[in-house]
């Protein structure tokens, strides 16, 4: 076989409104010669790139155990994004259905193409492909659907794919940022906090490299504990002020400078606190980072971070040190009920009593 060539298989355009599938067969043998998985990881100037999670090794053994056995069939389409270089060639035609074109997907192969080279990538089927690549076979024709779409566009394909699968959320939230196109509400509404916690997680503030996410493993911060406190503070709290209504965009350079000028004095004033990873500290607990995300919005709603009195907010962090047990001791709340410091939980429950006594400290 020539180390450059074309492929073309059969396939079938369909119409979807101003959209363009391609339905196809392929083998599957011959899938990874074209297309490549994107994993999702951060270049050298710390952009997003990809947006696949990596091979679970159990499953592909699974699925390559199966497809090796008699009778093996893979009935569900494995979904393909395509650049520019893929082209479709209509066939001469006939009939009323007008949003049904059969015709060949032109698909451009060379097998000196990196990875990252490759015109296709693999959005949904992951598991499936490395299973028939490492299973015994000579081939193993899959049905397929391809469309052509930016790496943007694709992102926000796979989030809505696997959006009835257990895909991991830390992925999700990584991806949010950069994702163009119709998500679920629930990832629509969380979509600018997970921006501003990928800034927060990628500069030099307290939370650079603290938070932990697929392109941050070392991290030791929950992901969903700063997108709760940061999705409250964005619809309820003090971000509220920067955030457009009507497009839920958000003024970003601004929310992160509040954000900064608050938690830059609790990393410094509870330091001891602050370096520790949440099993030991709970300030960095989940319980902890959305309890003081409450306070941020107590003290600082509605007014803007460039007219805040930061010096103020330094001494009201101060006289919290007296009163809080982040590490050791005991909490003593209002009510006379006390818990040893690591009791509390990233429960709704524990935020809530912790946050209300933390506010009603700063309230005096």
């Not at 949904?124 to 566009?153: C, M, N």
């Not at 990873?277 to 460039?306: C, N, Y």
């Amino acid at each position: 076989m020539a180390d450059r060539y074309v492929l073309k298989v059969p396939a079938l355009k369909v119409l979807q409104g101003s959209k363009e599938i391609y339905c196809f067969a392929v083998d599957g043998k011959k899938l990874h010669d074209f297309a490549s998985v994107s994993r999702v990881r951060r270049d050298d100037q710390k952009r997003l790139q990809g947006y696949q999670r990596p091979e679970v090794l159990s499953h592909i053994s699974s699925i390559r155990r199966y497809l090796e056995s008699e009778g093996a069939m893979l009935p569900n389409a494995l979904v393909l994004a395509f650049d520019e270089r893929v082209t479709f060639e209509p066939a001469a035609r006939g009939g009323d259905v007008k949003y049904s074109i059969p015709g060949e997907l032109i698909i451009p192969v060379d097998e000196s193409f990196a990875d990252e080279e490759k015109p296709a990538w693999l959005v949904d089927g992951q598991q499936r492909s490395a299973a028939i690549r490492d299973a015994d076979l000579a081939e193993f024709p899959v049905a397929a659907v391809g469309f052509i779409a930016s790496q943007e566009e694709q992102r926000s394909q796979f989030i809505l794919v696997n959006s009835t699968k257990p895909l991991p959320k830390g992925l999700v939230y990584e991806l949010l940022p950069e994702t163009t196109g119709q998500l679920p509400r629930s990832y629509a509404r969380r979509q600018l906090a997970a921006k501003i916690m990928v800034l927060l997680n990628m500069g030099d503030g307290p939370f650079g490299g603290r938070i932990s996410s697929p392109t941050s493993p070392n991290g030791n911060i929950k992901d969903n504990s700063v997108l709760r406190m940061l999705e409250h503070s964005i619809y309820e709290g003090a971000l509220y002020q920067y955030r457009n209504a009507e497009d839920g965009t958000g003024d970003e350079e601004r929310m992160l400078a509040h954000l900064l000028s608050f938690w830059t004095p609790v990393s410094n004033i509870f330091e001891d606190a602050w370096d520790k990873p949440p099993k030991e500290s709970r300030l960095t607990h989940g319980v902890g980072i959305q309890a003081m995300g409450f306070v941020m919005d107590r003290l600082t709603a509605d007014i803007p971070f460039d007219k805040v009195d930061w010096d103020k907010i330094r001494i009201t962090l101060r006289g919290l040190e007296d009163h809080v047990a982040w590490t050791s001791g005991t909490w003593t709340f209002p009510d006379g009920q006390e818990r040893r410091w690591n009791s509390l939980q990233n429960t709704t429950n524990d935020v809530r009593l912790l946050s209300s006594y933390l506010q009603g400290l700063v309230s005096r």
